[in-house]
């Protein structure tokens, strides 16, 4: 379902994807079958154990890998190469912005492989540094800053595409807490104000809760869609109040039961609310996020 009026851009749907590395003994099967679909506005977390393979699954959707079986697609077409409408915020911004470069050129420097004039370049980076809550930084260089606005600056640096839909890897595992509450408000917030659509994969249960409107839980071995879960919190949520409330509680529960594996206990009479609820049974579920 579309959620927003103004959102914009296309669905991304996975359809049976599996992912392999290696070969013969060395191969290892980290997907399977996985499917999922995000449509235009929704923000959408996939929470999951480490080594999981969020991140080869972030990786498939932006188009830099591809998958080993079933397909990808943004609309009608298969995703088989990075997309202009599919912008990504990488794990970790200690690797990913340039020390040598000031804010605003690591702001801008995806741009300028898109032809993008440099005095265009320049107004559109200082107009994403003000959206993240950064104005006037563009002539520091990133080590100036601390790491919560280093982390500001590398989503400055996914909204500088104007994508309409932005991948972002575990975005605020690397900060402390009152920066990583300030993250996850600006993203709820550029979400509204942006019409975009946001997938965000992460370890972090408590966040995905917060932030989604839906949270799709990856588990098994190899990982698959265990359930696929609408979060009924509202849309105004508050760090104090949201994360208080009971049924904030009974949400994370339930993820964090799935995550660990306990099936039975996760199907009780607290299950939260799913598109098709077939408590207990993670393969019906998964079929429920398939028909999505
Ligand atoms: N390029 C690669 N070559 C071989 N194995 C890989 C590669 N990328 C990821 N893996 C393996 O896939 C698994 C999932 O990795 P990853 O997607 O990084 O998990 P997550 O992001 O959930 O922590 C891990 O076992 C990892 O070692
Ligand atoms: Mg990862």
């Given at each position: 379902?579309?959620?927003?009026?103004?959102?914009?851009?296309?669905?991304?749907?996975?359809?049976?994807?599996?992912?392999?590395?290696?070969?013969?003994?060395?191969?290892?099967?980290?997907?399977?079958?996985?499917?999922?679909?995000?449509?235009?506005?929704?923000?959408?977390?996939v929470?999951?154990?480490?080594?999981?393979?969020?991140?080869?699954?972030?990786?498939?959707?932006?188009?830099?890998?591809?998958?080993?079986?079933?397909?990808?697609?943004?609309?009608?077409?298969?995703?088989?190469?990075?997309?202009?409408?599919?912008?990504?915020?990488?794990?970790?911004?200690?690797?990913?912005?340039?020390?040598?470069?000031?804010?605003?050129?690591?702001?801008?420097f995806?741009?300028?492989?898109?032809?993008?004039?440099?005095?265009?370049?320049?107004?559109?980076?200082?107009?994403?540094?003000?959206?993240?809550?950064?104005?006037?930084?563009?002539?520091?260089?990133?080590?100036?800053?601390?790491?919560?606005?280093?982390?500001?600056?590398a989503?400055?640096?996914?909204?500088?595409?104007?994508?309409?839909?932005?991948?972002?890897?575990?975005?605020?595992?690397?900060?402390?807490?009152?920066?990583?509450?300030?993250l996850?408000?600006?993203?709820?917030?550029l979400r509204?104000?942006?019409?975009?659509?946001?997938?965000?994969?992460?370890?972090?249960?408590?966040?995905?809760?917060?932030?989604?409107?839906?949270?799709?839980?990856?588990?098994?071995?190899?990982?698959?869609?265990?359930?696929?879960?609408?979060?009924?919190?509202?849309?105004?949520?508050?760090?104090?109040?949201t994360?208080?409330?009971?049924?904030?509680?009974?949400?994370?529960?339930?993820?964090?039961?799935?995550?660990?594996?306990?099936?039975?206990?996760?199907?009780?009479?607290?299950?939260?609310?799913?598109?098709?609820?077939?408590?207990?049974?993670?393969?019906?579920?998964?079929?429920?996020?398939?028909?999505?």
């Amino acid at each position: 379902m579309q959620r927003h009026l103004k959102a914009r851009g296309s669905s991304l749907v996975v359809d049976g994807v599996g992912k392999t590395f290696g070969h013969g003994a060395d191969e290892h099967r980290v997907i399977e079958d996985l499917s999922l679909r995000v449509d235009p506005g929704e923000l959408v977390c996939v929470v999951g154990p480490s080594g999981a393979g969020k991140t080869t699954l972030l990786r498939c959707l932006s188009g830099l890998a591809r998958p080993t079986s079933g397909t990808i697609s943004y609309g009608e077409q298969e995703l088989t190469k990075p997309h202009a409408d599919i912008a990504v915020v990488f794990q970790d911004y200690r690797g990913s912005l340039l020390p040598w470069m000031k804010v605003r050129d690591n702001v801008a420097f995806p741009l300028e492989g898109m032809g993008v004039k440099r005095a265009a370049r320049r107004e559109r980076a200082d107009e994403c540094l003000a959206a993240v809550g950064l104005p006037g930084v563009g002539d520091k260089y990133p080590w100036q800053l601390s790491g919560g606005m280093q982390q500001r600056v590398a989503i400055a640096r996914g909204l500088a595409y104007e994508a309409p839909v932005l991948l972002m890897d575990e975005p605020f595992g690397s900060v402390d807490a009152q920066s990583r509450f300030d993250l996850e408000d600006l993203t709820l917030s550029l979400r509204e104000r942006l019409g975009i659509t946001v997938v965000v994969v992460t370890h972090d249960i408590d966040e995905a809760v917060y932030l989604g409107d839906r949270v799709i839980v990856l588990g098994g071995s190899p990982t698959t869609v265990v359930d696929n879960l609408t979060i009924d919190l509202g849309d105004d949520r508050d760090q104090l109040r949201t994360r208080a409330h009971a049924r904030f509680a009974d949400l994370r529960t339930h993820v964090l039961t799935l995550i660990r594996g306990d099936r039975s206990a996760a199907g009780s009479a607290d299950t939260p609310a799913r598109d098709e609820d077939t408590p207990g049974q993670a393969a019906a579920v998964t079929e429920s996020a398939v028909r999505r």
